[in-house]
């Protein structure tokens, strides 16, 4: 017979706080009763809650960041840096529903990234989970839990315990959130993940092309050769001919002029 999983036995006020969830499914309460739930399971500092519809930019449920973090969080990450997110990137991907620690899912060289530089360090998180809710099809709600600079990194066995009540927590989570409504009279918003397809389009090589969207998702030359089946050195030598033909010189610059390409600035 196979053998049946075993998680981290759950701490004893989880029954109660469990309860409490159910009772404020619908009102505005939730989201306080859905961060005593998983606070049971793990400890973090913030909790983000977002609806990716398709390829279209998430739309915010609930964050308790600061003013300055809500800003890089909320506004600059909906206005494209959400593409190379590797909790999006494996949704879009057809990831099983669930928990995973960012590192379970990103590049190997995710922290050396120019996207982590530009995002995650900017708002001093150092580590951070994503429970994974399917809506439909096309529809995803996250629930981004992040520890901060001066915080451990999460731990296999708070995915393990977040793993081991995610049928409560993703029917909660849907209850309250799921099934949103269609754009009225048929508005589409802009197809984000075409259009990072066609960053350098009409100037690079499809090769060239290629290895610059594996360093925008964070991966280093290694990863990137192994990725498309063809030398490091080769890898090297494509992206030398990407910012030469870009007009750039460093990953900084890759990155910006990506974002301006993704928000239509450029």
Same mark, same amino acid.
Do not use: K
């Given at each position: 017979m196979p053998e049946t999983p075993s998680f981290p036995p759950m701490p004893s006020g989880w029954v109660k706080?469990?309860?409490?969830? @159910?009772? *404020?499914?619908?009102t505005?309460?939730?989201?306080?009763a859905l961060r005593q739930v998983l606070s049971q399971c793990c400890?973090?500092?913030?909790?983000?809650?977002?609806?990716? @519809?398709? *390829?279209?930019?998430?739309?915010?449920?609930y964050q308790d960041l600061d003013e300055l973090q809500a800003a890089i969080t909320v506004e600059f990450y909906a206005s494209g840096p959400y593409l190379l997110d590797p909790l999006y990137q494996a949704c879009r991907n057809g990831c099983t529903p669930g928990a995973y620690r960012l590192l379970d899912l990103a590049p190997e060289a995710f922290y050396r990234s120019e996207y982590y530089r530009a995002f995650y360090r900017k708002i001093s998180i150092s580590d951070e989970i994503g429970i994974l809710v399917q809506d439909g099809?096309?529809?995803?709600?996250?629930?981004?839990?992040?520890?901060?600079?001066?915080q451990q990194r999460f731990s296999a066995a708070d995915t393990d315990r977040l793993n081991a009540a995610f049928d409560l927590i993703s029917a909660s989570v849907l209850r309250q959130w799921g099934q949103?409504?269609?754009?009225?009279?048929?508005a589409q918003a802009p197809d984000w993940e075409d259009r990072m397809q066609?960053?350098?389009?009409g100037v690079l090589s499809p090769r060239e092309r290629e290895v610059v969207q594996l360093i925008l998702q964070g991966h280093s030359s290694p990863s990137a050769a192994a990725c498309l089946g063809i030398a490091e050195g080769t890898v090297k030598v494509h992206r030398h001919h990407a910012y030469t033909k870009l007009g750039i010189g460093s990953q900084a610059e890759l990155f910006s002029l990506a974002i301006r390409h993704l928000t239509g600035a450029g």
């Open positions: 706080a469990m309860t409490g969830l @159910a009772e *404020t499914v619908a505005e309460r939730f989201p306080g400890s973090f500092d913030s909790m983000v809650i977002s609806r990716y @519809a398709g *390829t279209q930019p998430p739309v915010p449920l099809a096309e529809n995803w709600l996250i629930v981004s839990l992040a520890c901060f600079a001066r949103e409504e269609a754009a009225p009279n048929g066609t960053f350098g389009s």
